[in-house]
């Protein structure tokens, strides 16, 4: 039993503690160094300022932005930094300039270890770049609203990303990457507004997320292993999918991914592995599909190794993309379309060791769909409904 002198030792101990946790960690306002939240006042070289003294610190520190609205011009948040805990708070909104520039991204965190993004919005006002897409006019390549380059152990927590002119958020060459709580939203027919884009990066977890675009929700690139991707609801967009790859020589591997406890409502696909019909060299290997939920897709569960858009540089050849120990189980709902499940592989590199269990599809919610598959080597047992073309 502890005595009450010695109970109000115990508190006055954790308050000291608290204190000095607090005095530990250094903070970094953006309205100090001139940010201003109005909508309109080009706020970069404060945030930037801010960034560098955070990044400068020799103890965890944090970057703040208060609630408001403040545009952000084309900002690199860059490293390495003296510290290995920087934490950037959003409590309010960021805005992209009005129309584009030619910037590949719009914020980018690159050569960051250590590095936590929480909350916020970041608003990417694509609508004037989509307007120049669809004109047929000659329009730049489009920014990517948040990429995270060349960087370890990063953390984003309930960030709502709007209207990325193209992907919403990139992870490209990084490792222990974490997306939790993300909001991703885009009208369904804006142009190559990917939710999340994969590459070149490992240890990588998206987990209970919302994404609403005009493309993938999640796309998985070349040289991207060890992904888990958990709780997402997916539509409108054109679902979760590896690749396109093999579209250049000498790719490197997908391999180790999982995605389970997902919903598709209303997409183009739900889950999909995509390559380019060339002979360029790779391969998929160690995919897990499992416990997906199928809204009216139009094609639920698809392998595209034929994919020439434009029928440029392509027809006539076959992909040299390697695509084996593929799971699918627990797959169920309703497609859009007859062809509820689609392998079309490689003559050259047929798809091997594809697994498929309990897959429940309908065709229009109660009628009979059907399956599809030329050079596929599998498995099938459970349920199976369309029944197995393996």
């Not at 801010?50 to 084309?74: D, E, H, I, L, T």
């Not at 240890?203 to 609403?212: A, L």
């Not at 991914?257 to 995509?274: C, D, E, H, M, P």
Request: one cysteine or more; charged letters at 15%.
């Amino acid at each position: 039993m502890y005595s009450s002198s010695m109970m109000a030792r115990a508190v006055c101990l954790l308050l000291i503690a608290l204190r000095l946790s607090l005095l530990a960690a250094a903070s970094y306002n953006v309205v100090d160094y001139g940010a201003v939240a109005d909508g309109r006042t080009d706020s970069a070289k404060a945030f930037l300022a801010a960034w560098s003294a955070a990044c400068a610190a020799n103890k965890p520190a944090s970057m703040y932005v208060p609630a408001g609205r403040f545009m952000v011009g084309q900002a690199t948040f860059q490293g390495p930094c003296n510290n290995s805990a920087i934490r950037v708070f959003i409590a309010g909104t960021l805005v992209a300039p009005s129309g584009y520039t030619a910037a590949a991204n719009w914020l980018r965190f690159k050569y960051v270890n250590g590095l936590s993004v929480l909350g916020g919005i970041i608003d990417g006002r694509g609508q004037t770049f989509w307007a120049c897409k669809e004109a047929g006019r000659s329009c730049p390549q489009g920014a990517t609203s948040l990429a995270i380059a060349l960087s370890t152990n990063v953390v984003i927590r309930g960030l709502a990303s709007h209207n990325s002119e193209v992907f919403h958020l990139s992870i490209f060459a990084s490792s222990g990457v974490k997306i939790q709580g993300a909001k991703i939203i885009a009208p369904g027919d804006s142009p190559n507004t990917d939710g999340i884009h994969i590459q070149k990066s490992t240890d990588v977890s998206v987990v209970s997320t919302v994404i609403k675009t005009g493309d993938d929700c999640i796309s998985m690139g070349e040289g991207t292993s060890n992904v888990w991707i958990e709780k997402i609801h997916c539509g409108p967009g054109h679902g979760i999918s590896i690749g396109s790859l093999g579209a250049t020589p000498s790719e490197t591997r997908v391999q180790n991914i999982t995605v389970t406890a997902v919903t598709f409502s209303g997409t183009q696909n739900g889950l999909r592995i995509k390559t380019w019909g060339k002979p360029n060299g790779g391969f998929v290997e160690g995919v897990t599909f499992s416990h997906a939920v199928m809204q009216n897709v139009g094609y639920p569960i698809v392998v595209d190794q034929n994919y020439c858009p434009g029928n440029v540089d392509c027809p006539g050849q076959s992909s040299g993309i390697r695509i084996s120990k593929v799971s699918y189980m627990d797959i169920q709902g309703s497609s859009a379309t007859p062809v509820a499940v689609k392998f079309d592989c490689s003559p050259t590199n047929p798809c091997r060791g594809l697994d498929l269990r309990d897959i429940k599809l309908t065709y229009l919610g109660n009628k009979q769909a059907e399956a599809y598959c030329k050079n596929a080597q599998g498995s099938a047992a459970g349920t199976m409904n369309p029944p197995s073309c393996i």
